[in-house]
T-cell receptor
């Protein structure tokens, strides 16, 4: 398995532009997570899906952020409009959850977003 | 809500020295995971602990989960520069009735050659 695949690896965009980050989870995993990491705030959970359904989006900063998971093999995180403070590394992760426990929790390599 | 606290926040050790990183939860942990990361890169899974009193080792890294399943420690023996990075503990936690995967605040390790 190729692991969790994120694209693009790097994105530089101008303030006000729309940004779309993509994630392909590991085949067979039923949970998908989007995280944001900055030096100041560390690793923050933005939203997670279970069986393609958003379970908890309380970590999404504001309405400019939206996430979708149209099927079990693909998810997007969109920022519209983007702002310089959105600059961070965005990680996607997937796992297989049975009851209370997650198995095979795997992170993608991340997308480094710079908004200028 | 359940939180994970790590200590210390940062650590600088001389190569060859032993060190310990702690992860403490406010509630019982159902699964405790240790990761290593270089900033801006993906997290690398190290170990998973589930049972109270469980201990696992991989090369020079040993992780333990206490009997009450609220505290875990990560111990590195004879540290090397390759051990440098950010160590994060993660856990399956429960917040407001839903299960959520949470992370500790991280410990930044630097090993001096």
């Amino acid at each position: 398995d190729a692991g969790v695949i994120q694209s693009p690896r790097h994105e530089v965009t101008e303030m006000g532009q729309e940004v779309t980050l993509r994630c392909k989870p590991i085949s067979g995993h039923n949970s998908l997570f989007w995280y944001r990491q900055t030096m100041m705030r560390g690793l923050e959970l933005l939203i997670y899906f279970n069986n393609n359904v958003p379970i908890d989006d309380s970590g999404m900063p504001e309405d400019r952020f939206s996430a979708k998971m149209p099927n079990a093999s693909f998810s997007t995180l969109k920022i519209q409009p983007s702002e310089p403070r959105d600059s961070a590394v965005y990680f996607c992760a997937s796992s297989l959850r049975f009851g209370q426990t997650s198995y095979g929790y795997t992170f993608g390599s991340g997308t480094r977003l710079t908004v200028v | 809500s359940q939180e994970l606290e790590q200590s210390p926040q940062s650590l600088i050790v001389q190569e060859g020295k032993n060190l310990t990183i702690n992860c403490t939860s406010s509630k019982t942990l159902y699964g405790l995971y240790w990761y290593k990361q270089k900033y801006g890169e993906g997290l690398i899974f190290l170990m998973m602990l589930q049972k109270g009193g469980e201990e696992k080792s991989h090369e020079k890294i040993t992780a333990k989960l206490d009997e009450k399943k609220q505290q875990s420690s990560l111990h590195i023996t004879a540290s090397q520069p390759s051990h440098a990075g950010i160590y994060l503990c993660g856990a399956d936690g429960r917040t407001s009735g839903t299960y959520k995967y949470i992370f500790g605040t991280g410990t930044r390790l630097k090993v001096l050659a």
